[in-house]
């Protein structure tokens, strides 16, 4: 979907007050999530450079739900459509991240032969990093080669350590 598209459509957010991370910001659009903020900072950001957007509790209402019952360790796989604008290859390191399974986690090199490209593990670092939508598309659940925590939001470790040991503890 070009952005031509998305703009022609109703979107909104929502906040999900989560007790591991604190506030998470979704925003949706009548055909899906178009992107998940774990950090406020990243979420006011975004609201200065779309001005237009507006809460809608009710477009965002599947995605909070299942957001909450992720966060309460009843859901491990997320059924949302999911709008995400993205190279051929990021969209291709996106999917390869939908694979990975709750509470595992493999390694960028891992990722990047799995998607066919085993020589592409910065370019899968950079794509990790851009993922919009990171908790429903699960960029968390990749380390580093060496089993070490690296490559999460910046400098945000422990939000990737939270998530981790939030799937473990739920993981059947």
């Known amino acids: 979907m070009n952005k031509v598209e998305v703009d022609k459509v109703r979107r909104g957010y929502t906040i999900y007050e989560s007790s591991l991370l604190g506030p998470i910001g979704i925003v949706v659009c009548e055909k899906g999530v178009e992107a998940i903020f774990l950090k406020e900072d990243g979420f006011k950001a975004y609201q200065k450079t779309n001005p237009d957007l507006e809460r809608d509790e009710m477009l965002c209402g ?7 019952e992720y966060f309460k360790g009843e859901r491990q ?20 991240l939908k694979q990975i399974s709750y509470g595992e986690t493999i390694s960028y090199k891992e990722l990047a032969e799995r998607i066919g490209n085993p ?51 739920y993981k059947s």
């Open 119 to 169: 020589k592409a593990q910065r370019a899968v670092g950079g794509a990790n990093g851009a993922n919009p939508i990171p908790l429903i598309v699960p960029c968390h659940r990749v380390i580093g080669k060496n089993g070490k925590m690296v490559g999460f939001m910046g400098d945000q470790i422990d939000i990737k350590e939270k998530l981790l040991a939030h799937e473990l503890k």
């Open 77 to 96: 796989v997320f059924q949302l459509d999911l709008v995400v604008e993205g190279t051929t290859f990021q969209k291709k390191v996106w999917e390869g």
């Open 62 to 68: 599947e995605a909070k739900k299942q957001i909450e």
